[in-house]
């Protein structure tokens, strides 16, 4: 039955498959009918619709973030509302997410870590400018295609630009409450309700190349709630710990990419990732690996006959004309 949705129509867009789905959105490859080109379509669950303070902040957002150029940004080509759902229609980027990559096949290279690091951190520190501060960098979000030789074996996007919160003065939670970020990546300052500016990004990107050279984040707990508090009041584990080869430079690279206090940390994500490519050239060099030269790029994230969608957004869906 799953199948069935195959051809459907969301807002003048042809659902081919679905991507992924979470809490707050189910994602589908479709086809711009009226342009002819394939998107990657986000639909966010009605609660958002609901809430008045997102939906302005959605508005304003999209626009601002369509505006970003960038390389490394997924571009956004329209944002809108149908039967009480809003959408996203993005960039579609064949291949996986660094959350599949890792999970697939553990820490990476070095040199392989610390590319993706610096496309990324690119791409942050573009939308810094921009006073937009993304506040949820996480693997997920991270998506690894082809690149253009082998220099360049992948092409790194960040996205979900079109869900951050505009202005650096605002806090870490919504008017109703609502936690914006990832557990695991999240900074200190978010957590405590603070004023958050490009630096708050830059220690969730420190979390996410931790992760892909240790093979988990800096803190791991089984309480969310211990998880929380790690990240204010705990030392995360020296990376050599966790990757033992390490060389000392890049421990404190991570270590001051991760500091408690915004001010104690890099003035920009690229500053960070300049000096972890400087403490990476004493690391002892390693043999390129099958993701070094041939990146998983060309395996696509959805397979097998196509889900139902979330009980929410079934009424965005129009049957194809004759069906």
């Known amino acids: 039955m799953g199948a069935g949705l195959v051809g459907e129509r969301i807002a003048g867009y042809q659902v081919e498959c679905e991507l992924g789905r979470g809490g707050m959105a189910v994602v589908y490859?479709?086809?711009?009918?009226?342009?002819?080109?394939?998107?990657?379509?986000?639909?966010?669950?009605?609660?958002?619709v609901r809430n008045d303070t997102f939906r302005r902040r959605f508005a304003h957002e999209q626009r601002a973030a369509a505006a970003l150029d960038h390389p490394h940004i997924v571009p956004i080509f329209e944002?809108?509302?149908?039967?009480?759902?809003?959408?996203?229609?993005?960039?579609?980027?064949?291949?996986?997410?660094?959350?599949?990559?890792?999970?697939?096949?553990?820490?990476?290279?070095?040199?392989?870590?610390?590319?993706?690091?610096?496309?990324?951190?690119?791409a942050l520190d573009a939308a810094h400018e921009h006073d937009l501060v993304h506040?949820?960098?996480?693997?997920?979000?991270?998506?690894?295609?082809?690149?253009?030789d082998?220099?360049?074996?992948?092409?790194?996007?960040?996205?979900?630009?079109?869900?951050?919160?505009?202005?650096l003065s605002l806090t870490g939670l919504t008017s109703v409450g609502e936690f914006?970020?990832?557990?695991?990546?999240?900074?200190?300052?978010?957590?405590?309700g603070r004023p958050?500016?490009?630096?708050?990004?830059?220690?969730?990107?420190?979390?996410v190349v931790y992760e892909t050279l240790a093979g988990g984040p800096p803190f791991q707990r089984d309480d969310s709630m211990e998880l929380l508090w790690a990240h204010q009041y705990?030392?995360?584990?020296?990376?050599?710990?966790?990757?033992?080869?390490?060389?000392?430079?890049?421990?404190?690279?991570?270590a001051r990419a991760l500091a408690k206090v915004p001010e104690d940390r890099y003035d920009s994500c690229l500053d960070f990732v300049a000096a972890l490519r400087r403490s990476a050239r004493d690391a002892e060099r390693e043999p390129k690996s099958e993701a070094d030269t041939h990146p998983p790029t060309q395996v696509d994230r959805a397979?097998?006959?196509?889900?139902?969608?979330?009980?929410?957004?079934?009424?965005?869906?129009?049957?194809?004309?004759?069906r």
């Not at 082998?150 to 202005?167: A, N, R």
């Not at 914006?180 to 405590?192: C, F, K, M, R, S």
């Not at 958050?196 to 979390?207: I, K, M, N, Q």
């Not at 705990?234 to 991570?254: C, F, K, N, W, Y």
Request: proline share 10%.
């Open 180 to 192: 914006v970020g990832t557990l695991d990546y999240v900074a200190p300052e978010q957590i405590a």
């Open 234 to 254: 705990d030392q995360p584990p020296a990376l050599s710990e966790r990757r033992p080869g390490t060389p000392a430079e890049m421990d404190e690279v991570v």
């Open 79 to 122: 944002a809108g509302e149908t039967e009480g759902v809003l959408y996203i229609a993005m960039r579609y980027v064949p291949g996986l997410d660094l959350r599949a990559l890792l999970d697939r096949d553990g820490p990476l290279p070095v040199a392989t870590a610390v590319r993706i690091a610096a496309q990324v951190a690119s």
């Open 135 to 148: 506040r949820d960098v996480k693997p997920g979000n991270v998506l690894v295609a082809r690149g253009t």
């Open 303 to 322: 397979v097998g006959p196509l889900p139902h969608p979330p009980q929410w957004a079934r009424p965005v869906f129009d049957r194809r004309p004759g």
């Open 29 to 48: 490859r479709a086809r711009d009918l009226r342009l002819e080109r394939t998107v990657a379509l986000k639909l966010l669950t009605p609660d958002m």
């Open 150 to 167: 082998s220099d360049h074996p992948e092409h790194v996007y960040l996205t979900d630009f079109g869900l951050t919160k505009k202005s």
């Open 196 to 207: 958050v500016d490009g630096r708050c990004d830059l220690y969730s990107l420190a979390c």
